[in-house]
């Protein structure tokens, strides 16, 4: 971890560097340029109230039962999940779409995942202001405990890069790591609350949606952000030391494993 902390630091300005271009080149050659990464939440939002709301009038049973706040908790789901989908499918791809820098040049090939994550954080950070919008047009400025989001995704952050780390590795060895990575992602999207709440389960299925590690970072997040609550601290800080655990695992893996990068490809 001391390593980790030291190549962080040391390349804080290279990894700035690479998160811009990489937002900037997402969009470049569009007319609407990043501005597309405000309107894109904006018009998935309007989607979602309007399916949910009025296609199928669906309530949240845990709120006021709006069709409206349904489509708030919806979003906040997905928000959360975004930040985890965009990083793992990218990471088995990342070192073989940077073959020079495993070849032709001294690169530090372990912020690659940081800055999908720094790319992916950009992105929450603009899909909160459509959030804080739409929140404050139809129910007014959003509770005090709304400031401890970060706090809540932090657990999120680390255990994202420790897959990251993990699946950039395998990527190089295994090719059919990135299919498998599509498929993970999608059944994860129905085993987490984000359509639906764990209260609608039945008892018997509930302790298998609460293993999703992404199961406490989404409901968690709907606390402060929409309910008013507190963070559990208890379960917020077991999470925090597995997802810390699981991130310096991640990266030792690719530690360990970069020596045969440039064998392979």
């Given at each position: 971890?001391?390593?980790l ?9 290279l ?16 007319f609407?340029?990043l ?15 309007f ?9 949240w049973?845990?709120?006021q ?26 990471s ?7 073959v020079n820098?495993?070849?032709?040049v ?26 804080f ?8 400025l959003?509770?005090v405990?709304?400031?401890l989001f970060?706090?809540?995704v ?6 994202t ?19 498998v990575?599509g498929?993970?992602t ?10 639906y ?13 609460r ?30 030391a597995l ?5 310096y ?8 494993t970069?020596?045969g ?5």
């Amino acid at each position: 971890m001391a390593h980790l902390y030291r190549v962080l630091a040391g390349n804080l300005d290279l990894a700035i560097v690479l998160t811009k271009r990489e937002v900037v080149g997402r969009y470049r050659g569009s007319f609407m340029g990043l501005l597309w990464s405000f309107l894109y939440p904006l018009l998935m939002l309007a989607v979602y109230t309007f399916v949910f709301s009025v296609v199928f009038q669906a309530r949240w049973p845990s709120g006021q039962g709006t069709r409206i706040e349904f489509a708030l908790v919806l979003f906040t789901g997905l928000m959360v999940f975004s930040v985890f989908s965009e990083c793992v499918n990218r990471s088995p791809g990342l070192v073989l779409n940077n073959v020079n820098y495993v070849k032709k040049v001294v690169f530090p090939l372990e912020i690659l995942p940081v800055v999908s994550m720094l790319s992916a954080l950009f992105h929450l950070a603009v899909t909160m202001l459509v959030w804080f919008g739409f929140h404050l047009v139809y129910f007014g400025l959003p509770p005090v405990t709304a400031v401890l989001f970060p706090l809540v995704v932090l657990p999120l952050v680390l255990f994202t890069l420790g897959i990251s780390w993990l699946l950039a590795s395998l990527g190089v060895y295994l090719r059919d790591v990135g299919q498998v990575v599509g498929v993970g992602t999608t059944v994860l999207l129905f085993m987490s609350p984000i359509f639906y709440s764990i209260e609608s389960l039945p008892e018997a299925y509930r302790p298998l949606l609460r293993a999703n590690p992404l199961t406490i970072v989404i409901e968690q997040a709907r606390d402060v952000l929409i309910w008013g609550r507190w963070i559990d601290f208890g379960e917020w800080s077991v999470m925090l030391a597995l997802s810390a655990a699981f991130a310096y695992l991640g990266y030792a893996w690719f530690q360990a494993t970069r020596k045969g990068f440039a064998d392979v490809l």
